[in-house]
């Protein structure tokens, strides 16, 4: 059967800044899914969309479009209401951990589909399969069950959500065009609204170690998605958050789930602390939930409870003693006086050569690896003494991740002016 359009056109108006209607996006999203319009059309697309952008109503439907490419999940069956987050990737952030068990003690579901890590940020699978047993592939069966007994789910996005986004992300990543903030927002938002969620927060993160280096064009991806998820009826509202330094004092899967424990049992670093409280209170508003403190929660033991079931409900036992590193390096403070600076990309990268992230797809990750911090900016440090512990099962890989870290960190007399974490907020 003929084709209604034909890929070299709608190339053709885009790279002219022209606006693609209706009927030309739905064509190229399901043409493009079903192999008729080739990878190097799609690419050429893609550029086009990145150089010269789209409207506000081109990004809704291209977004609709991948949606409509695969399954959509419905948790209306539910006796509580639904509320998700996602973050755009970080280093050291672990904050989906503390935060999906936190959620539901206060009355809300989490349904939390999640990935695995590529590049210098960790994915929250890789972290939760650090528990010894613990599984991440269940059915949509077993999800809904579990959201229903449990109250939060934390596992593997199945590949019927959103399957053109699947394989234009693949394609993205090989042709420069990932950074397309149209192409972003749809991407995230497509699985996320094909998820089923009732409400979404979005973590956007800002600085060196994010994917957005520059607040405005963080700024400028919060809203494209804040916008997409009102329209299509799921009540979204985005924070952008502070990543030039990780979050807490731990990246590496063993070791961010340690300090995950550690913040459910009330104690745990500050700023993961906050962020996670911060992020709680969005959610539970955003479900329309008023009537639980989070901060109480976390000190009362009832997100540890939760925590503890939502791992037993997927195979893992969360007394299990966590891996730890056959193998240390300790890298010590250069000088005496205030750390005014630890850089979160030089810390992912480290940390993602010693074994905790992966280069590609089919890598596998150790679950020990990756790198302890004994101070953050703005404390002070004395010469000699600890500053990074870094952990790998494989010794050789010390000396891959060291260079990461030159120029990584910066010991001066005074602090720095410290920046807030949340540093705005976007709502529609
Ligand atoms: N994460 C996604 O899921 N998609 C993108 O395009 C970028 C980050």
Same mark, same amino acid.
């Given at each position: 059967?003929?084709?209604? @359009?034909?890929?070299?056109?709608?190339?053709?108006?885009?790279?002219? @800044?022209? /606006?693609?209607?209706? $009927?030309?996006?739905?064509?190229?999203?399901?043409?493009?899914?079903?192999?008729? !319009?080739?990878? /190097?059309?799609? %690419?050429?697309? $893609?550029?086009?969309?990145?150089?010269n952008g789209m409207t506000r109503r081109e990004v809704a439907r291209w977004t609709a479009a991948m949606i409509a490419s695969g399954e959509r999940m419905d948790f209306s069956s539910l006796s509580r209401p639904t509320a998700d987050k996602h973050s755009t990737g970080g280093v050291g952030d672990k904050i989906t951990?503390?935060?999906?068990?936190? #959620?539901?003690?206060?009355? #809300?579901? #989490?349904?939390?589909?999640?990935?695995?890590?590529?590049?210098h940020t960790g994915g929250t699978l890789d972290k939760l399969e650090a528990v010894p047993g613990w599984r991440a592939e269940l059915s949509n069966a077993e999800m809904l069950a579990q959201l229903e007994d449990v109250g939060a789910v934390v596992c593997a996005a199945g590949t019927g959500l959103a399957p053109a986004? +699947?394989?234009?992300?693949?394609?993205?990543?090989v042709?420069?065009?990932?950074?397309?903030?149209p192409l972003i927002a749809s991407s995230i938002m497509s699985k996320k609204i094909a998820e089923g969620t009732g409400a979404l927060v979005l973590d956007v993160k800002v600085g060196t170690g994010a994917f957005m280096k520059d607040r405005a064009t963080a700024r400028e991806l919060a809203e494209t998605m804040v916008?997409?998820?009102? =329209?299509?009826? !799921?009540?979204?509202?985005? *924070?952008?958050?502070?990543? %030039?330094?990780?979050?807490?004092?731990?990246? &590496?899967?063993?070791?961010?789930?340690?300090?995950?424990? /550690?913040?459910?049992?009330?104690?745990?670093?500050? =700023?993961?602390?906050?962020?996670?409280?911060?992020?709680a209170r969005e959610m539970l508003a955003a479900a329309g939930v008023d009537?639980?403190?989070?901060?109480?929660? *976390? +000190?009362?033991?009832?997100?540890?409870?939760?925590?503890?079931?939502?791992?037993?409900?997927? &195979?893992?036992?969360?007394?299990?003693?966590?891996?730890?590193?056959?193998e240390t390096h300790v890298v010590t403070a250069p000088a005496t006086g205030v750390l005014t600076r630890l850089d979160a990309m030089a810390v992912g990268i480290a940390a993602w050569r010693l074994g905790a992230g992966r280069a590609r797809k089919e890598d596998r990750v150790q679950a020990a690896a990756?790198? +302890?911090? @004994?101070?953050?900016?703005?404390?002070?440090?004395?010469?000699?003494?600890?500053?990074?512990?870094? @952990?790998? =099962?494989e010794p050789e890989r010390f /000396?891959?991740?060291?260079?990461?870290?030159?120029?990584?960190?910066?010991? &001066?007399?005074?602090?720095?002016? %410290?920046?807030?974490?949340?540093?705005?907020? !976007?709502?529609?």
């Open positions: 059967m003929a084709e209604p @359009h034909d890929a070299v056109s709608v190339i053709a108006t885009k790279r002219d @800044h022209g /606006e693609l209607d209706d $009927a030309s996006i739905d064509w190229v999203v399901d043409a493009y899914t079903r192999g008729v !319009v080739a990878d /190097e059309q799609m %690419s050429a697309l $893609a550029m086009a969309i990145l150089l951990l503390p935060l999906a068990p936190l #959620v539901a003690a206060c009355g #809300v579901a #989490v349904p939390q589909l999640s990935g695995r890590g590529l590049g986004d +699947r394989k234009l992300y693949a394609l993205r990543d042709t420069g065009t990932v950074e397309a903030v916008a997409l998820g009102t =329209d299509a009826g !799921v009540r979204t509202v985005a *924070l952008l958050t502070d990543m %030039s330094t990780p979050l807490g004092l731990t990246a &590496g899967n063993a070791l961010e789930v340690a300090e995950s424990v /550690e913040v459910l049992a009330g104690g745990g670093p500050g =700023d993961v602390v906050e962020l996670t409280v911060a992020l009537d639980a403190d989070p901060a109480d929660r *976390l +000190r009362d033991g009832s997100a540890m409870d939760v925590w503890r079931r939502m791992l037993a409900a997927q &195979g893992g036992d969360p007394d299990a003693p966590l891996p730890t590193a056959r990756g790198v +302890r911090l @004994h101070a953050k900016p703005g404390d002070r440090v004395t010469e000699g003494a600890p500053l990074l512990t870094l @952990h790998t =099962d /000396e891959r991740a060291l260079p990461a870290l030159d120029g990584g960190f910066d010991v &001066g007399d005074e602090p720095a002016g %410290s920046t807030p974490l949340v540093l705005d907020r !976007v709502a529609d």
